[in-house]
Protein backbone atom coordinates (compact mmCIF):
# COMPACT_ATOMS: atom_id res chain seq x y z
CA UNK A 1 0.00 0.00 0.00
CA UNK A 2 1.65 3.14 -1.02
CA UNK A 3 2.96 5.86 1.40
CA UNK A 4 1.36 9.41 1.37
CA UNK A 5 3.72 12.28 3.41
CA UNK A 6 1.92 14.88 5.40
CA UNK A 7 4.83 17.54 5.46
CA UNK A 8 5.36 20.70 7.30
CA UNK A 9 3.04 23.57 5.35
CA UNK A 10 4.04 26.75 4.02
CA UNK A 11 2.08 28.76 6.18
CA UNK A 12 3.59 32.45 4.75
CA UNK A 13 5.76 34.04 2.50
CA UNK A 14 8.70 34.10 4.66
CA UNK A 15 7.83 31.15 6.90
CA UNK A 16 11.00 28.79 6.23
CA UNK A 17 10.13 26.31 9.42
CA UNK A 18 7.29 25.46 11.86
CA UNK A 19 7.43 23.97 15.56
CA UNK A 20 5.14 20.75 15.97
CA UNK A 21 3.66 21.64 18.86
CA UNK A 22 1.42 18.55 19.44
CA UNK A 23 -0.67 15.92 17.39
CA UNK A 24 -4.25 15.22 17.71
CA UNK A 25 -3.80 11.68 15.86
CA UNK A 26 -2.07 8.57 16.76
CA UNK A 27 -0.68 6.14 14.96
CA UNK A 28 -3.10 3.33 13.60
CA UNK A 29 -5.68 6.00 13.27
CA UNK A 30 -7.75 6.12 10.42
CA UNK A 31 -7.56 10.02 8.51
CA UNK A 32 -10.03 10.96 6.15
CA UNK A 33 -9.03 14.06 3.74
CA UNK A 34 -9.23 17.11 6.02
CA UNK A 35 -9.16 15.78 9.28
CA UNK A 36 -7.21 17.81 11.97
CA UNK A 37 -3.84 15.80 12.21
CA UNK A 38 -1.59 18.20 14.91
CA UNK A 39 -0.99 21.36 15.58
CA UNK A 40 2.21 23.87 14.39
CA UNK A 41 3.77 27.08 15.57
CA UNK A 42 4.97 29.53 14.04
CA UNK A 43 7.05 32.84 14.91
CA UNK A 44 3.44 34.54 13.63
CA UNK A 45 1.08 32.21 14.33
CA UNK A 46 -0.53 29.09 15.49
CA UNK A 47 -2.12 26.62 13.06
CA UNK A 48 -4.41 23.52 13.12
CA UNK A 49 -2.58 21.11 9.87
CA UNK A 50 -5.31 19.00 8.25
CA UNK A 51 -4.56 16.05 6.50
CA UNK A 52 -5.44 16.31 2.14
CA UNK A 53 -5.19 12.60 2.25
CA UNK A 54 -6.97 9.59 3.75
CA UNK A 55 -5.28 6.55 4.58
CA UNK A 56 -3.81 5.00 8.39
CA UNK A 57 -1.58 7.30 9.68
CA UNK A 58 1.81 4.47 10.13
CA UNK A 59 4.18 6.95 11.39
CA UNK A 60 5.17 10.12 13.15
CA UNK A 61 8.32 11.63 12.40
CA UNK A 62 8.40 14.90 14.40
CA UNK A 63 6.70 14.20 17.65
CA UNK A 64 7.33 17.95 18.61
CA UNK A 65 9.97 20.13 17.35
CA UNK A 66 11.15 22.44 14.17
CA UNK A 67 10.38 20.93 11.23
CA UNK A 68 11.63 22.92 7.40
CA UNK A 69 8.72 23.62 5.39
CA UNK A 70 8.06 21.00 3.25
CA UNK A 71 9.91 17.92 4.93
CA UNK A 72 7.51 14.88 6.07
CA UNK A 73 6.72 14.79 9.39
CA UNK A 74 4.29 12.02 9.17
CA UNK A 75 3.20 8.81 6.77
CA UNK A 76 -0.62 7.75 5.94
CA UNK A 77 -0.85 4.57 4.04
CA UNK A 78 -3.53 4.45 1.27
CA UNK A 79 -5.20 3.58 -1.72
CA UNK A 80 -3.38 6.01 -3.34
CA UNK A 81 -1.48 5.02 -6.77
CA UNK A 82 2.16 6.08 -6.51
CA UNK A 83 2.72 5.73 -9.93
CA UNK A 84 4.97 2.95 -9.20
CA UNK A 85 3.08 0.34 -11.03
CA UNK A 86 5.40 -0.01 -14.28
CA UNK A 87 8.45 -0.39 -11.94
CA UNK A 88 6.82 -3.21 -10.25
CA UNK A 89 5.32 -4.76 -12.95
CA UNK A 90 1.66 -4.11 -12.42
CA UNK A 91 -0.74 -2.67 -14.68
CA UNK A 92 -0.71 0.82 -13.89
CA UNK A 93 -4.38 2.54 -13.27
CA UNK A 94 -5.23 4.95 -16.07
CA UNK A 95 -6.48 7.65 -13.94
CA UNK A 96 -4.66 7.46 -10.41
CA UNK A 97 -2.87 10.37 -9.86
CA UNK A 98 -0.34 11.43 -7.10
CA UNK A 99 -1.52 14.42 -5.21
CA UNK A 100 1.61 16.32 -5.16
CA UNK A 101 0.00 18.56 -2.86
CA UNK A 102 0.21 15.89 -0.12
CA UNK A 103 0.95 18.77 2.05
CA UNK A 104 -1.15 19.30 5.15
CA UNK A 105 -3.14 22.36 4.32
CA UNK A 106 -3.59 25.00 7.15
CA UNK A 107 -6.91 25.57 9.24
CA UNK A 108 -7.77 28.52 10.69
CA UNK A 109 -11.56 29.40 11.51
CA UNK A 110 -13.29 25.78 11.52
CA UNK A 111 -16.46 26.43 10.24
CA UNK A 112 -15.80 29.03 7.60
CA UNK A 113 -12.75 26.59 5.94
CA UNK A 114 -13.65 22.96 6.53
CA UNK A 115 -14.03 21.06 3.63
CA UNK A 116 -17.06 19.04 3.22
CA UNK A 117 -15.99 16.45 1.74
CA UNK A 118 -18.90 13.12 2.07
CA UNK A 119 -17.66 12.41 5.64
CA UNK A 120 -19.23 10.75 8.20
CA UNK A 121 -19.04 12.80 11.15
CA UNK A 122 -21.18 16.22 11.36
CA UNK A 123 -19.29 19.12 11.10
CA UNK A 124 -21.14 20.47 14.34
CA UNK A 125 -18.64 17.46 16.04
CA UNK A 126 -15.65 19.60 16.31
CA UNK A 127 -14.70 20.84 18.91
CA UNK A 128 -14.99 24.44 20.06
CA UNK A 129 -12.92 27.03 18.24
CA UNK A 130 -9.43 27.91 20.43
CA UNK A 131 -5.92 28.32 20.10
CA UNK A 132 -3.85 25.23 19.78
CA UNK A 133 -1.73 25.79 23.13
CA UNK A 134 -5.05 26.45 24.80
CA UNK A 135 -6.69 23.42 23.36
CA UNK A 136 -3.32 21.33 24.49
CA UNK A 137 -3.65 23.05 28.06
CA UNK A 138 -7.51 22.02 28.87
CA UNK A 139 -6.79 18.89 27.15
CA UNK A 140 -3.55 18.43 29.43
CA UNK A 141 -6.23 19.39 32.56
CA UNK A 142 -9.17 17.67 31.23
CA UNK A 143 -11.56 20.50 30.77
CA UNK A 144 -13.94 20.27 28.67
CA UNK A 145 -13.53 23.35 25.99
CA UNK A 146 -17.08 23.84 25.25
CA UNK A 147 -17.93 24.80 29.26
CA UNK A 148 -15.21 27.51 28.85
CA UNK A 149 -16.15 30.95 26.99
CA UNK A 150 -14.05 32.56 24.64
CA UNK A 151 -12.96 36.18 25.04
CA UNK A 152 -11.14 36.01 21.16
CA UNK A 153 -12.71 36.90 18.10
CA UNK A 154 -15.89 34.93 17.51
CA UNK A 155 -15.54 33.45 20.67
CA UNK A 156 -12.02 31.90 20.55
CA UNK A 157 -10.35 30.54 23.27
CA UNK A 158 -7.52 31.87 24.68
CA UNK A 159 -4.38 30.60 26.67
CA UNK A 160 -5.95 33.17 28.81
CA UNK A 161 -9.39 31.98 28.71
CA UNK A 162 -7.92 28.28 30.06
CA UNK A 163 -5.43 29.65 32.87
CA UNK A 164 -8.35 31.72 34.16
CA UNK A 165 -10.52 28.74 34.11
CA UNK A 166 -8.05 26.16 35.68
CA UNK A 167 -7.26 29.45 38.39
CA UNK A 168 -11.50 29.77 38.99
CA UNK A 169 -12.08 28.41 42.60
CA UNK A 170 -13.84 25.31 42.47
CA UNK A 171 -17.63 25.66 42.21
CA UNK A 172 -16.98 28.46 40.06
CA UNK A 173 -19.49 29.24 36.50
CA UNK A 174 -18.48 26.60 34.03
CA UNK A 175 -17.61 24.05 36.96
CA UNK A 176 -20.44 23.34 38.09
CA UNK A 177 -20.66 20.35 40.53
CA UNK A 178 -23.08 16.87 39.64
CA UNK A 179 -26.29 16.63 40.75
CA UNK A 180 -25.54 14.23 43.43
CA UNK A 181 -22.91 16.88 44.48
CA UNK A 182 -19.59 14.94 43.07
CA UNK A 183 -17.40 17.29 40.74
CA UNK A 184 -16.33 16.38 37.50
CA UNK A 185 -12.96 15.13 36.49
CA UNK A 186 -12.59 18.47 34.75
CA UNK A 187 -13.12 20.25 38.05
CA UNK A 188 -11.03 17.96 40.07
CA UNK A 189 -8.33 18.76 37.44
CA UNK A 190 -8.83 22.76 38.20
CA UNK A 191 -6.69 22.01 41.18
CA UNK A 192 -3.72 20.21 40.09
CA UNK A 193 -0.61 22.60 40.64
CA UNK A 194 1.23 22.28 37.71
CA UNK A 195 -1.13 24.29 35.60
CA UNK A 196 0.94 27.71 35.28
CA UNK A 197 4.19 26.19 34.71
CA UNK A 198 3.19 24.35 31.88
CA UNK A 199 1.50 27.55 30.22
CA UNK A 200 4.09 29.57 31.59
CA UNK A 201 6.53 27.37 29.38
CA UNK A 202 4.22 27.79 26.39
CA UNK A 203 4.88 31.34 26.29
CA UNK A 204 8.22 31.36 26.75
CA UNK A 205 8.19 29.02 23.33
CA UNK A 206 6.67 31.02 21.13
CA UNK A 207 8.37 34.46 23.04
CA UNK A 208 11.37 32.59 22.20
CA UNK A 209 10.37 32.19 18.56
CA UNK A 210 9.65 35.57 17.35
CA UNK A 211 12.41 36.90 20.00
CA UNK A 212 14.51 34.84 17.24
CA UNK A 213 12.55 36.18 14.62
CA UNK A 214 13.44 39.50 14.66
CA UNK A 215 17.41 38.64 15.65
CA UNK A 216 16.94 37.20 11.75
CA UNK A 217 15.38 40.39 10.29
CA UNK A 218 17.21 43.11 12.10
CA UNK A 219 20.40 41.45 11.91
CA UNK A 220 20.03 41.83 7.98
CA UNK A 221 18.63 45.48 8.67
CA UNK A 222 22.19 46.03 10.24
CA UNK A 223 23.93 45.97 6.83
CA UNK A 224 21.41 47.96 5.57
CA UNK A 225 22.95 51.92 4.81
CA UNK A 226 19.82 54.23 6.09
CA UNK A 227 18.76 57.33 7.08
CA UNK A 228 16.10 59.12 9.13
CA UNK A 229 14.24 62.42 8.70
CA UNK A 230 11.78 63.79 10.80
CA UNK A 231 8.25 66.32 10.67
CA UNK A 232 5.86 67.44 12.94
CA UNK A 233 2.18 66.30 10.93
CA UNK A 234 -0.84 68.76 12.45
CA UNK A 235 -4.11 66.62 12.64
CA UNK A 236 -6.41 69.35 13.24
CA UNK A 237 -7.76 68.56 9.77
CA UNK A 238 -7.80 65.08 10.04
CA UNK A 239 -9.39 64.97 13.18
CA UNK A 240 -12.31 66.61 12.02
CA UNK A 241 -12.80 64.87 9.03
CA UNK A 242 -12.38 60.90 10.45
CA UNK A 243 -15.44 60.66 11.57
CA UNK A 244 -14.68 57.64 14.46
CA UNK A 245 -12.09 56.14 12.28
CA UNK A 246 -9.39 55.03 14.00
CA UNK A 247 -5.63 56.68 13.96
CA UNK A 248 -4.61 53.96 13.34
CA UNK A 249 -6.41 53.34 10.02
CA UNK A 250 -5.90 56.96 9.42
CA UNK A 251 -2.07 56.64 9.74
CA UNK A 252 -1.94 53.94 7.71
CA UNK A 253 -3.90 54.86 4.56
CA UNK A 254 -2.25 58.32 4.81
CA UNK A 255 1.42 56.28 4.73
CA UNK A 256 0.04 54.12 1.85
CA UNK A 257 -1.06 56.90 -0.15
CA UNK A 258 2.28 58.87 0.15
CA UNK A 259 4.04 55.79 -0.93
CA UNK A 260 2.00 55.79 -4.22
CA UNK A 261 3.33 59.15 -4.98
CA UNK A 262 7.08 58.43 -4.53
CA UNK A 263 7.39 55.43 -6.26
CA UNK A 264 10.87 55.31 -5.70
CA UNK A 265 10.15 54.29 -2.31
CA UNK A 266 7.94 51.27 -3.40
CA UNK A 267 11.56 49.63 -4.98
CA UNK A 268 13.37 46.83 -3.10
CA UNK A 269 17.26 46.15 -3.40
CA UNK A 270 18.21 43.66 -6.07
CA UNK A 271 21.81 42.97 -5.50
CA UNK A 272 21.77 42.08 -9.20
CA UNK A 273 19.20 44.46 -10.53
CA UNK A 274 19.69 47.15 -8.05
CA UNK A 275 16.27 49.31 -7.02
CA UNK A 276 13.36 47.41 -8.53
CA UNK A 277 9.60 47.78 -8.54
CA UNK A 278 8.13 46.05 -6.08
CA UNK A 279 4.58 46.65 -6.86
CA UNK A 280 1.66 48.75 -5.05
CA UNK A 281 1.55 49.71 -1.60
CA UNK A 282 1.83 46.97 1.07
CA UNK A 283 2.30 48.06 4.86
CA UNK A 284 3.44 45.94 7.19
CA UNK A 285 1.53 47.23 10.35
CA UNK A 286 3.31 46.76 13.99
CA UNK A 287 1.33 44.82 16.45
CA UNK A 288 2.89 44.28 20.11
CA UNK A 289 1.43 41.24 21.48
CA UNK A 290 1.80 39.41 24.82
CA UNK A 291 4.06 36.75 23.05
CA UNK A 292 5.86 39.50 20.84
CA UNK A 293 5.73 41.59 17.77
CA UNK A 294 3.72 40.71 14.47
CA UNK A 295 3.44 42.59 11.46
CA UNK A 296 0.24 41.42 9.49
CA UNK A 297 0.45 43.43 5.98
CA UNK A 298 -2.60 45.28 4.33
CA UNK A 299 -2.11 45.89 0.58
CA UNK A 300 -3.28 49.13 -1.08
CA UNK A 301 -5.09 49.85 2.17
CA UNK A 302 -5.45 53.74 0.38
CA UNK A 303 -7.95 52.54 -1.75
CA UNK A 304 -10.14 51.02 1.00
CA UNK A 305 -13.56 52.76 2.61
CA UNK A 306 -11.83 53.90 5.98
CA UNK A 307 -15.08 52.55 7.72
CA UNK A 308 -14.43 48.73 5.90
CA UNK A 309 -10.65 48.81 6.31
CA UNK A 310 -10.93 49.93 10.23
CA UNK A 311 -13.03 46.96 11.00
CA UNK A 312 -10.26 44.96 9.35
CA UNK A 313 -7.40 46.29 10.78
CA UNK A 314 -9.33 45.95 14.25
CA UNK A 315 -10.21 42.48 13.49
CA UNK A 316 -6.61 41.70 11.85
CA UNK A 317 -5.11 42.93 15.40
CA UNK A 318 -7.49 41.48 17.83
CA UNK A 319 -6.39 38.19 15.79
CA UNK A 320 -2.56 39.14 16.46
CA UNK A 321 -3.29 39.26 20.09
CA UNK A 322 -4.95 35.67 19.69
CA UNK A 323 -1.47 34.37 17.56
CA UNK A 324 -4.59 33.27 15.12
CA UNK A 325 -3.69 35.73 12.33
CA UNK A 326 -4.74 34.98 8.43
CA UNK A 327 -2.22 33.52 6.61
CA UNK A 328 -3.19 35.59 3.69
CA UNK A 329 -2.06 38.83 5.94
CA UNK A 330 1.30 37.40 6.17
CA UNK A 331 2.87 38.44 2.53
CA UNK A 332 5.89 40.43 1.79
CA UNK A 333 5.49 44.25 2.10
CA UNK A 334 7.28 46.83 0.74
CA UNK A 335 6.75 49.34 3.90
CA UNK A 336 6.38 49.33 7.69
CA UNK A 337 4.27 51.35 10.34
CA UNK A 338 5.51 51.24 13.45
CA UNK A 339 3.35 53.57 16.30
CA UNK A 340 4.22 53.35 19.54
CA UNK A 341 2.55 57.10 20.17
CA UNK A 342 -0.18 54.84 22.82
CA UNK A 343 2.79 54.07 24.99
CA UNK A 344 3.68 57.73 25.72
CA UNK A 345 6.72 57.86 22.89
CA UNK A 346 6.89 61.32 21.23
CA UNK A 347 9.37 60.31 18.87
CA UNK A 348 11.55 57.45 17.63
CA UNK A 349 13.72 55.83 14.97
CA UNK A 350 12.38 52.49 13.35
CA UNK A 351 14.60 50.19 11.69
CA UNK A 352 13.79 48.83 7.85
CA UNK A 353 13.11 45.34 7.31
CA UNK A 354 14.55 43.95 4.50
CA UNK A 355 13.48 43.94 1.66
CA UNK A 356 11.24 46.44 2.53
CA UNK A 357 12.45 50.37 1.30
CA UNK A 358 10.89 52.42 4.19
CA UNK A 359 9.38 52.61 7.92
CA UNK A 360 7.14 55.37 9.19
CA UNK A 361 7.28 55.74 12.78
CA UNK A 362 4.62 57.39 14.51
CA UNK A 363 4.92 59.12 17.95
CA UNK A 364 2.31 60.41 20.55
CA UNK A 365 -1.16 62.31 18.76
CA UNK A 366 -1.48 65.61 21.76
CA UNK A 367 -1.75 69.19 21.30
CA UNK A 368 1.21 71.32 20.69
CA UNK A 369 2.25 74.78 20.76
CA UNK A 370 2.77 75.67 17.55
CA UNK A 371 3.96 79.24 15.64
CA UNK A 372 0.24 80.94 13.86
CA UNK A 373 0.33 84.48 12.44
CA UNK A 374 1.21 86.89 15.25
CA UNK A 375 2.05 84.61 17.93
CA UNK A 376 1.71 80.88 19.40
CA UNK A 377 -1.17 78.59 19.00
CA UNK A 378 -1.82 75.27 19.80
CA UNK A 379 -2.49 72.58 17.31
CA UNK A 380 -2.99 68.64 17.76
CA UNK A 381 0.34 66.91 16.37
CA UNK A 382 2.55 63.95 16.13
CA UNK A 383 6.46 63.37 14.98
CA UNK A 384 6.97 61.05 11.80
CA UNK A 385 10.26 59.43 11.70
CA UNK A 386 10.58 57.92 8.24
CA UNK A 387 13.60 55.88 7.78
CA UNK A 388 15.01 54.95 3.78
CA UNK A 389 16.97 52.13 2.80
CA UNK A 390 19.70 54.60 1.02
CA UNK A 391 20.11 52.12 -1.72
CA UNK A 392 17.25 52.75 -2.97
CA UNK A 393 16.38 56.17 -2.24
CA UNK A 394 18.01 59.92 -0.40
CA UNK A 395 16.66 62.27 1.61
CA UNK A 396 14.93 63.92 -1.30
CA UNK A 397 12.63 61.48 -1.39
CA UNK A 398 12.14 60.50 1.88
CA UNK A 399 11.28 64.71 2.47
CA UNK A 400 8.67 64.51 0.00
CA UNK A 401 7.26 61.12 1.21
CA UNK A 402 6.78 63.13 4.57
CA UNK A 403 4.97 65.66 2.67
CA UNK A 404 2.84 63.95 1.12
CA UNK A 405 2.01 62.40 3.82
CA UNK A 406 1.82 65.74 6.24
CA UNK A 407 -0.75 67.26 3.01
CA UNK A 408 -2.98 64.32 3.31
CA UNK A 409 -3.99 64.85 6.85
CA UNK A 410 -4.08 68.26 6.59
CA UNK A 411 -6.16 68.37 3.89
Known amino acids: MPRIPIRMPKMSMTMTEGEVASWLAKVG ?8 VCEVMTDKVDMEVESTSAGTLVEIVVEQGMVPVGEPIAWLEGDVDLGLGDLLGEEPEPDAVVPDDAVAAPVLDVPATAPAPAAPAP ?37 ADVEARLAAPAGSAGAAATPNGDRPAAAAAVAAPAAPVKA ?5 DRSAMIRAAVARKMTESAVVP ?15 QRDGVSWTTVLLQSYA ?3 RQVPELLCRWDAEGGAVPSGP ?9 AGGLLVPVFTEPDTRDPHDLDREVKAVVS ?33 VTPPQASVLALGSIKPRPVAVPGGLGV ?15 DGAHGARLLEEFAARLSG
Not at 200 to 204: D, R
Not at 319 to 343: F, V
Open 379 to 393: ALSLTAGLTVDHRVG
Open 29 to 36: DEIAAGDV
Open 226 to 240: QFTVWRDVVLDTADR
Open 200 to 204: SGAKA
Open 123 to 159: ADERPPAAIPRARALARQHGLDLASISGSGSAGLITM
Open 281 to 289: PAVALAVAT
Open 319 to 351: AAHTGRLDPSYLTLANGSLSNLGGMGVDRFQAL
Open 257 to 259: AAL
